[in-house]
């Protein structure tokens, strides 16, 4: 509530004090910050969505473009925000929250974040990081080692190397692509003879010194989104990535890989990357990475692999085979804030060669200097936050055999609910989890049975209505916000001609239970009661099927 008397003023001195340290243990802010603390807590523990409101409804708390004239305190901007952003918000780490890879994250971050926060320090630069700067070189040394496996004499000589990284810190997944294909890109346009390379002339002249009609990434159909932007920015337009088929386990066709290497050979197109996918988004399956680097290998070709969601499973001894291959890649990228548990905004890739980078280093007057260890000359961001830290923390207080046990539970559980999804006559599983995402739809029993004898023409009116169900279902349990199921389109094998809607879950919350589990059939399978038009039209149709 707004107090009715005291009102904030603007004055130089006012503003002094927000910059000055707070005061003992009862100051306001103090004060606040307990408060908002066990506020979280109490958010964190409760809810998924909080309170049932309508966007638009939220949006009118968000609609004037007027900056404020008028200062505000802080602890009554505080209970506003509680109360039009916080109360609004989704609870991502609930236990019944299994729809996104956003994850749940460990407690001890909350604290530690206030570290990197309050020491605000720039990556860019050594001169405003510092000590930041060697950890974060030792951050993608650690993933380097996870992935590459290179020797103590190795790191000992690369990692802190002034003219040389083994990779880059980033926001995410999306510009640690788009940094392997800059990359990847200027070293197949590199300097020779007169010519300065792609990163000095642009690629209009590139192409016309080395004689080529185009670019092009290949990468399967299964690819992320971020990869089309990639294409975009770097020159080489959307048609540029090449979509190569995929198998009934939504991998990569090798024969189909080497069939594109050769069309594009005779169209003078030059390939200059091949992305496998480690863990893909909608359904988590993972390309033979080992079978793509040899081909790669024979072309001549970078071979990146994106492995946001799925980099992780390399810290389990156990599971890490399931990337066999990943070793052979020239660049590798891992979000943080997927299955490593760190907040938003951390991601990174990583090369082989810790030369590879050279191709786009650049280098200022005031900043990045030559030979100065300065992060900056080789990321495609500028100001970055010291959110290594976090990385780094975490690594030490969770430690690999910690890791190792997170990602087993959550490929184990992934398992556990396929077989149970399996067990149930009115649910079917549409892709079998490899890591621990997996896909299924809610099929009422009679329609499986007349799927069995139906016509092409009366199935595909089951399956049109069968979407409509899953949209329904997915749409309500979201609304209700018990639990929370994301849905994708896929055109699995089994039903090959059609698009099939289903819903979509990823298993990394350590707190989501077998329990919690069953719930979340057992409601879809309540929802479906209260769409009883939907329902009948099914019942109907599918009588019409088996009896007809
Ligand atoms: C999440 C993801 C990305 C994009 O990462 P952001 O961190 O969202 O930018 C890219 N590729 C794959 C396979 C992903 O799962």
């Not at 650690?142 to 190397?161: A, V």
């Not at 539970?409 to 399996?422: P, T």
């Amino acid at each position: 509530m707004v107090s009715e008397q005291k009102i904030a003023d603007v004055s130089f001195e006012s503003l002094l004090r927000i910059f000055t340290i707070p005061e003992g243990p009862d100051s306001t802010l103090t004060q606040i910050e307990e408060g908002l603390s066990k506020n979280l807590n109490q958010f964190l523990r409760e809810h998924i969505v909080a309170e049932e409101k309508p966007l638009h409804e939220i949006e009118k708390d968000f609609s004037s473009a007027v900056i404020p004239e008028q200062p505000a305190f802080v602890s009554d901007h505080t209970e506003y925000l509680l109360d039009t952003l916080v109360s609004h918000s989704v609870h991502t780490s609930s236990p019944s929250f299994i729809g996104h890879m956003t994850s749940a994250l460990p407690y001890f971050l909350m604290p530690l974040s206030k570290i990197m926060i309050a020491l605000n320090q720039n990556l860019v630069k050594i001169e405003t990081s510092k000590a930041f700067t060697p950890l974060e070189r030792q951050v993608l040394g650690m993933l380097h080692k996870l992935i590459y496996g290179k020797t103590e004499t190795f790191y000992n000589q690369w990692m802190h190397s002034a003219n040389h990284s083994l990779g880059a810190f980033c926001s995410g997944g999306t510009i640690a692509n788009i940094t392997a294909l800059w990359v990847a890109r200027n070293n197949a346009l590199k300097a020779q003879g007169q010519f300065l390379g792609v990163g000095k002339e642009g690629l209009f002249r590139a192409m016309k010194h080395y004689g080529y009609e185009g670019l092009a990434v290949l990468v399967s159909e299964r690819g992320h989104y971020s990869l089309k932007k990639a294409a975009d920015v770097l020159g080489i337009g959307q048609q540029g990535l090449v979509a190569v088929k995929t198998d009934s386990h939504n991998r990569i066709c090798p024969d189909d890989l080497r069939a594109k290497f050769a069309q594009l050979k005779q169209d003078n197109i030059k390939p200059f990357a091949v992305i496998g996918v480690a863990g893909t988004t909608e359904t988590g399956n993972v390309d033979p990475l080992r079978e793509i680097a040899q081909i790669c290998q024979q072309e001549s070709c970078h071979f990146h692999v994106d492995a946001a969601w799925g980099g992780a499973t390399l810290m389990s001894a156990k599971y890490r085979s399931l990337l066999d291959g990943i070793e052979l890649a020239d660049s590798v990228t891992i979000d943080a804030h997927k299955q490593l548990y760190i907040p938003m905004g951390a991601g990174m890739v990583l090369f082989k060669n810790p030369d590879a980078m050279k191709s786009i280093e650049h280098h200022a007057q005031y900043i990045l200097r030559k030979g100065s260890k300065d992060l900056g000359s080789h990321t495609l961001e500028g100001s970055r936050s010291g959110m290594a830290m976090l990385v780094y923390a975490a690594m030490h207080i969770i430690s690999r055999p910690g890791y190792e046990l997170l990602i087993n539970q959550s490929i184990e559980k992934a398992r556990y609910f396929a077989d149970l999804i399996k067990q149930q006559d009115d649910f079917e599983l549409v892709s079998e989890p490899e890591l621990c995402l997996l896909t299924y739809r809610y099929v009422p029993k009679y329609v499986r049975d007349a799927l069995v004898c139906a016509s092409h023409e009366q199935t595909t009116e089951l399956h049109k209505l069968l979407n409509e169900l899953t949209k329904v279902i997915q749409k309500k349990q979201r609304e209700t916000g018990l639990s929370f199921v994301s849905r994708t389109q896929l055109n699995p094998i089994q039903w090959s001609i059609h698009d099939t809607i289903v819903f979509r879950v990823v298993l990394a919350n350590p707190l989501t239970t077998k329990d919690v589990l069953s719930s979340v059939l057992e409601e879809q399978r309540e929802i479906a009661k209260t769409a009883p038009n939907l329902m009948a039209r099914l019942e109907q149709l599918s009588l019409d099927i088996t009896q007809g």
